[in-house]
T-cell receptor, first 112, second 115 residues
Framework: GQSLEQPSEVTAVEGAIVQINCTYQ??????LSWYQQHDGGAPTFLSY????GLEETGRFSSFLSRSDSYGYLLLQELQMKDSASYFC?????????????FGAGTRLFVKA | GAVVSQHPSWVICKSGTSVKIECRSL??????MFWYRQFPKQSLMLMAT?????????EQGVEKDKFLINHASLTLSTLTVTSAHPEDSSFYIC???????????FGNGTRLTVT
């Protein structure tokens, strides 16, 4: 089966850097994704890693190590609007296909 | 690119009625779409995988006869909640893939309230 672990809450101050870690278990691996969700809204895509290494998109970066079944999301120059829930999601094999399972989410609180 | 449209964004219905939710991929063809459900302050739970032209694959514990999924074309999947009850009140979100190594792209979700 598939499972993921990520911290439930993280608090940081404006302008700081925060890292949200994610470890996963899956049968077959197609990629690790990160999504942001504000209260009442739908998830929005942040980053996707299919291969080892760092992917950078503006203030957000994501890292993957397939050998360690581990990844993280790095948020730089934190802003108040970054307060939201962040989900890691792993895509693994399903009989005859694949599916994406989400972690429980990390609630990020950004303080002034 | 990779825009997914979901309709309606919210719906209130009476217990015992059925509700249909549509999910469209606007600028790409999606052979596979996924339906998720999210209760307040919880994660997204995969309900089913919708495959164009074939039957949906449901996750364990999801009632096939209650949550009817149809994927009649490469750009449209529908979820029908039949004989809805208050416990079905939730946030339903569809997503689509533009390739197996691509990220999921989500619709804006449908907030269902059953009274």
């Amino acid at each position: 089966g598939q499972s993921l672990e990520q911290p439930s809450e993280v608090t940081a101050v404006e302008g700081a850097i925060v890292q949200i870690n994610c470890t996963y278990q899956t049968s077959g691996f197609y990629g690790l994704s990160w999504y942001q969700q504000h209260d009442g809204g739908a998830p929005t895509f942040l980053s996707y890693n299919a291969l080892d290494g760092l992917e950078e998109t503006g203030r957000f970066s994501s890292f993957l190590s397939r050998s360690d079944s581990y990844g993280y999301l790095l948020l730089q120059e934190l802003q108040m609007k970054d307060s939201a829930s962040y989900f890691c999601a792993v895509r693994g094999s399903l009989a005859g296909g694949f599916k994406t399972i989400f972690g429980a989410g990390t609630r990020l609180f950004v303080k002034a | 690119g990779a825009v997914v449209s979901q309709h309606p964004s919210w719906v209130i219905c009476k217990s015992g009625t059925s509700v249909k939710i549509e999910c469209r991929s606007l600028d790409f063809q999606a052979t596979t779409m996924f339906w998720y459900r999210q209760f307040p302050k919880q994660s997204l739970m995969l309900m089913a995988t919708s495959n164009e032209g074939s039957k949906a694959t449901y996750e364990q514990g999801v009632e096939k006869d209650k949550f009817l999924i149809n994927h009649a074309s490469l750009t449209l999947s529908t979820l029908t909640v039949t004989s809805a009850h208050p416990e079905d009140s939730s946030f339903y979100i569809c997503s689509a893939l533009n390739g197996v190594y691509s990220p999921l792209h989500f619709g804006n979700g449908t907030r269902l309230t059953v009274t």
